[in-house]
T-cell receptor, first 111, second 116 residues
């Protein structure tokens, strides 16, 4: 079955700098890659997703890139702000059905 | 309802007991998912329903775990003969598939299960 690896497990960046979180997946049939943000004590919420027919997608300060050949995808957050502090999960799915999550990256934004 | 509702929010039980966790999805959402999240880990897939049927139950750890969704709305996750290793937050999510391949999950607040 699908396996999603996520790195790093913890990331600290200075406020205003960029943060990058990387994921790899194992099943070449996967074609849908969402990212979820989970703030402390809260439920995960979708922040951005990408389908395999595009290589990059942007939404304001957040972007996701996908390399299907290498089975890599990454989340990029620019101009980080204190409210970006949270745990971020990448996930992979075939056609949006069974969605498999990575173990998460705890992002700390330093003042 | 306005969101995904899960009950109970907290359940403490003794090893060997039976537990039921309930999920009430967003009205009209056809897909319903159960995940298990341990401290510091990502959501671990258990099972998902499309309508009343279990479309994929490959994540259920063993035959002590079972889930139903008899009328295509509310779902119940049932755990028999609970073990300490079952302690986790059980997350339910529902979705309305709006575009082929995309699937935005709306999560509930979770049911925290503690097995003593």
């Amino acid at each position: 079955g699908e396996n999603v690896e996520q790195h790093p497990s913890t990331l600290s960046v200075q406020e205003g700098d960029s943060a990058v979180i990387k994921c790899t997946y194992s099943d070449s049939a996967s074609n849908y890659f969402p990212w979820y943000k989970q703030e402390l004590g809260k439920r995960p919420q979708l922040i951005i997703d990408i389908r395999s027919n595009v290589g990059e997608k942007k939404d304001q300060r957040i972007a996701v890139t996908l390399n299907k050949t290498a089975k890599h995808f990454s989340l990029h957050i620019t101009e980080t702000q204190p409210e970006d502090s949270a745990v971020y999960f990448c996930a992979a799915s075939i056609s949006g059905d069974k969605i498999i999550f990575g173990k998460g990256t705890r992002l700390h934004i330093l003042p | 309802g306005a969101g995904v509702s899960q009950t109970p929010s907290n359940k403490v039980t003794e090893k060997g007991k039976y537990v039921e966790l309930r999920c009430d999805p967003i009205s009209g959402h056809t897909a319903l998912y159960w995940y298990r999240q341990s401290l510091g880990q990502g959501p671990e897939f258990l099972i998902y329903f499309q309508g009343t049927g279990a479309a994929d139950d490959s994540g259920l750890p063993n035959d002590r775990f079972f889930a139903v969704r008899p009328e295509g709305s509310v779902s119940t996750l049932k755990i028999q003969r609970t073990e300490r290793g079952d302690s986790a937050v059980y997350l339910c999510a529902s979705s309305l598939r709006q575009a082929a391949g995309a699937n935005v999950l709306t999560f509930g607040a979770g049911s925290r299960l503690t097995v003593l």
